[in-house]
């Protein structure tokens, strides 16, 4: 076992042994599963929502190319800038660049998982300008030096009396508080000085709008609101894959992802941006920013296949009715998208030699691609990124394919196609295993006999009996 | 940085299967319909169970209700627009009351500190309703900016009736939005709220603690 | 994946058996009773000898070459338009479905399709092919049934288990809480995740037995083997058996 595989086994092992975390999450997901089915009362009526919501994202990626050229004309007929980064590298400094033309110090942050993905509050940083989570979620998360371990939740996998503690620890003149309303309320005065003061908001991006130039931001707390707002510089960032082609796609996708994530018909705020301040308004930040990151994204559109993996609007649904999710939480993954998402994304991103276990931690239960909204097929996804993980052809299009192959594990598939595809050695191996009355409970048994008892061969196989029955032919 | 550029929709370019449009089929959404008495109360009764305050009135009535909804609130500062109708009506029924008005004719810049510290509530005028979810669709721009809607702690808001549309689909169409947009569209869905810590709800974290609806005929 | 139902209009004078390599080496009676089941409707139930196993182990590993190889085993024996009656979803599953993408673009694919189009899970078989009706001369019991998640989400038959239950008179059917999670088997998942499904197993049984079922059954022996064996390690008196067995030994008059 390679080192990081090794390293998730810890981290699940320490998640499991962890009552909170187990506590936490079993509650959680527990919630928004019943949430979830409760906003789709009418089965039917979803599955037509998912066919068109597939279609929208489908199509999408059909055209992408030339929907980005489309998006970015329009965009910048409507005053809004736009960036191409190819890693997130050039995604940092491209907003570390935009910060230093405006001499920023502060940053404040909304909600965006590709600024997790460019670890772009770290980078600022070592370039002494702060950036500061605004969603409460995020600021929890990252005022405990943490990482998201929902895409949705950031701190659902602590509990009211851990944002107590941290709160009091972190905070000045903040005492022990174990309520939520109280403790939202200290974050919103913290807060709304921040949003007072900041030079530059950063957001993401839920879906862009190519036929418009519009970017579509959904959030309940009106962090995202005032981000790209009431700073004098928004800077929106997303994967090349946000963008849909026309206005009206964004309606099933509007419908289907609250739903989806957090069992709510609507979020409070639907936020579409097309530009800055024009002449005559108020309000509204003097400039806007568009930054498109690939980050491996085209890697994986050229393979059909693959592709699907970038239908994905960030709902959570998947990790929300994960059975794993729910037993070892986000931070097990070790990665910023957690759960069967990510386990079919990150190998793509960082390469099997780094994640390529990632796609085996998964019962292959389907309920993922039975909660995803716009289709993707997670679990055939999930089999197909395990063979590009072992592949032995050098051809394989996922970045690092192959590194998981090991020498036992390829010989004992080799020994098991062997014995399987020869009906003669099949059945001596039955039948000696049935003689034999047992198999002793060693190597990977081990493990199945800690909690269980270890099957016994019967006296006679299914091929014997049958064959007295004299069914067999 | 242009190389970037280039260099992404090459490759993209490059994919295999790619270039046919998939077409969608909307009625799903389309098929989506309510009479105007089941209209109002699903509206009404989305909107209420996010905590939403939904007063029926009129066209006539509703800046009596709104004064006195101020005043009960104990509502000291009222931000509004100068020219708008709604913003007028407004003005002239709280000239009476203890409410101060204050238009928000300026440059954000110029009040900044004023309207983030010192503004109770914000009026502003919703364009449409939207039955299927319960939102109100707003459009920002000269006489309503961004910011009105957002950052005093209350917000009312001036809806009629003959604005609700069934979906957001149909708004869009209504609007023609998609041949052109105003700078700032708005769902707004109830008031600010959040369940980040273990899935509490409360209301009140960034946006408007409170949300008032002026629901006219 | 949606499952895709097509039912021959008359009832079928004979059916292949793939009884999985699970029901052969652990749980033969389960194929035992499947068969006697089947005969019992009149159907002649045919067992190619040189079956065994559908592949589904090493393709989920992603040893597809492997699986491959040992699929195209199963392939040829079963020419004609025979059904063919699978005691389990998931290996059902593999070869109605998976088969596909596993051989498209090989030589052998029309046969492959051919085959998958003629795939059958046993309850699934039992309620829409054959239509059987049960006549229940059990003593009054408990039962609870758990469906494998490829049954379930792949094939799309969980119905047809509970309503081959529901047939048997004497038979009070129990739900229990979480009872669509998986069970934490998920094949070489089992071994690879030890811990992982270690914890879902033990939460799985402690749904089960706060239903106080006096049965468990299901359609699947990997489920069954999961599922049971942790029963037996904690001492559980509820007993664990295939559907099939259930069904036969409540019926057999």
Request: charged content about 25%; some cysteine; proline content about 5%.
């Amino acid at each position: 076992m390679d080192k990081p595989t090794r390293q998730f086994h810890v981290r699940i092992q320490e998640a499991l042994n962890d009552p909170q975390i187990r506590a936490n999450f079993r509650r959680a997901m527990d919630g928004l599963m019943t949430k979830r089915a409760n906003m789709f009362p009418d089965p039917v009526e979803l599955e037509r929502l998912r066919d068109l919501g597939a279609a929208v994202r489908r199509n999408a990626l059909a055209q992408l190319p030339e929907l980005l050229e489309r998006l970015e004309a329009k965009c910048a007929e409507n005053g809004i800038t736009v960036h191409w980064a190819e890693s997130v590298d050039e995604a940092n400094r491209i907003v570390l660049d935009i910060c230093r033309r405006h001499s920023a110090k502060s940053v404040i942050k909304g909600k965006s998982m590709v600024s997790e993905e460019m670890e772009l509050n770290h980078y600022l940083g070592e370039f002494g300008i702060e950036a500061l989570e605004a969603d409460l979620g995020e600021y929890i998360v990252q005022l405990a030096g943490q990482l998201p371990s929902h895409i949705v939740m950031p701190a659902i996998h602590m509990n009211t009396r851990q944002i107590a503690e941290l709160f009091a620890e972190k905070l000045e003149g903040v005492g022990y508080i174990e309520d939520a309303e109280e403790l939202t309320k200290v974050a919103r005065e913290i807060l709304r000085h921040k949003f007072f003061d900041a030079d530059v908001g950063v957001s993401g991006v839920n879906f862009a709008v190519a036929e418009t130039g519009s970017l579509v931001l959904i959030e309940n707390e009106g962090n995202g609101r005032l981000t790209t707002t009431a700073p004098p510089v928004h800077v929106a960032v997303t994967g090349i894959e946000k963008v849909v082609e026309n206005l009206e796609d964004v309606t099933p996708l509007l419908s289907l992802l609250p739903r989806s994530a957090t069992g709510q018909n609507v979020t409070t705020y639907v936020n579409m941006i097309s530009g800055p301040r024009r002449d005559g308004e108020r309000d509204g930040p003097q400039e806007v920013h568009l930054l498109l990151l690939d980050n491996g994204r085209t890697r994986i559109h050229a393979d059909p296949e693959l592709r699907q993996t970038l239908q994905c609007i960030r709902c959570s649904a998947c990790m929300n009715h994960c059975p794993v999710y729910a037993r070892i939480g986000g931070h097990a993954y070790g990665t910023v998208y957690p759960g069967p998402i990510g386990e079919i994304l990150m190998p793509q991103i960082l390469g099997c030699e780094e994640v390529g276990a990632l796609p085996g931690a998964s019962s292959l239960c389907g309920a993922c691609g039975e909660v995803c909204p716009v289709r993707i097929p997670i679990p055939k996804m999930l089999v197909r990124l395990r063979k590009e993980a072992v592949d032995n052809t050098g051809a394989s299009p996922v970045k690092g394919g192959g590194a998981q192959r090991s020498f036992g594990e390829a010989a004992t598939w080799k020994g098991w196609e062997k014995v399987h595809a020869s009906p003669a050695l099949y059945r001596l191996a039955t039948r000696t295993a049935t003689a034999m009355g047992g198999l002793p409970a060693l190597g990977p048994l081990k493990t199945w006999a800690s909690v269980r008892e270890v099957p016994k061969p019967a006296a006679k196989t299914l091929h014997q009996r049958l064959e007295e029955r004299g069914n067999s032919r | 940085m242009s190389g970037s550029r280039e260099n992404i929709l090459r490759r993209l370019r490059d994919s295999r299967e790619t270039g046919a449009a998939v077409g969608r089929d909307f009625t799903v959404i389309e098929d989506l319909q309510w009479s105007g008495d089941e209209a109002v109360a699903r509206f009404t009764g989305l909107m209420r169970a996010v905590n939403t305050e939904v007063h029926e009135t009129t066209r006539e009535a509703w800046p009596a209700k709104l004064a006195e909804l101020c005043v009960a609130k104990q509502v000291m500062r009222l931000a509004l627009a100068a020219d708008t109708p709604v913003g007028q009506a407004a003005r002239s029924v709280l000239l009476d009351t203890s409410v101060e008005t204050v238009a928000y004719s300026r440059d954000i810049e110029d009040w900044r500190e004023e309207l983030f510290f010192q503004v109770d509530a914000g009026l502003s005028t919703a364009a449409g309703g939207i039955v299927e979810t319960g939102s109100l669709f707003l459009q920002t721009g000269p006489d309503e900016p961004r910011l009105l809607s957002l950052v005093p702690p209350i917000h009312f808001v001036v809806l009629s009736r003959a604005d609700f549309a069934n979906t957001l689909l149909e708004m869009l169409r209504r609007h023609d939005l998609a041949a052109g947009m105003p700078t700032n569209v708005l769902l707004i869905s109830g008031p600010s709220k959040t369940a980040d810590i273990e899935q509490t709800l409360v209301y009140g974290v960034h946006g408007p603690r409170q949300l008032v609806v002026l629901l006219t005929d | 994946m949606e499952a895709e139902h097509a039912y021959p209009g008359q009832r079928p004078r004979q059916v292949y058996l793939f009884g999985t390599c699970l029901v052969d080496l652990f749980f033969p009676e389960a194929g035992v009773d499947t068969v006697s089941l089947l005969e019992r409707e009149g159907v002649k139930v045919i067992y190619p000898k040189d079956q065994t196993c559908c592949g589904q182990p090493a393709y989920n590993s992603g040893y597809h070459d492997e699986a491959r190889i040992v699929a195209r085993q199963q392939v040829r024996l079963f020419p004609g338009d025979a059904p063919v009656v699978v005691p389990s979803g998931s290996c059902a599953s593999m070869m109605k479905h998976h088969y596909l993408d596993l051989f498209r673009g090989e030589p052998d694919f029309a046969d492959v399709e051919a085959l998958s189009r003629r795939v059958y899970e046993l309850t699934e078989f039992l309620v829409r092919v054959l239509n059987v009706r049960l006549n229940d001369l059990g003593a009054p019991e408990k039962v609870a049934i758990h469906t494998a998640c490829h049954a379930r989400r792949e094939m799309g038959v969980a119905g047809d288990a509970d309503a081959l239950v529901d047939q048997l008179a004497n038979v009070e059917r129990v739900g229990f809480t979480r009872q669509t999670e998986c069970c934490g088997f998920g094949g070489t998942f089992a071994v690879k995740h030890g811990p992982i499904s270690a914890a879902m197993v033990s939460e799985k049984v402690d749904c089960i037995e706060a239903a106080a079922p006096d049965r468990l059954v299901g359609g699947d022996c990997g489920c069954l083997m999961n599922i049971g064996g942790h029963m037996r390690h904690r001492g559980s008196p509820v007993k664990v058996q295939h559907i099939a067995s259930l069904l036969w030994e409540r019926t057999d008059g």
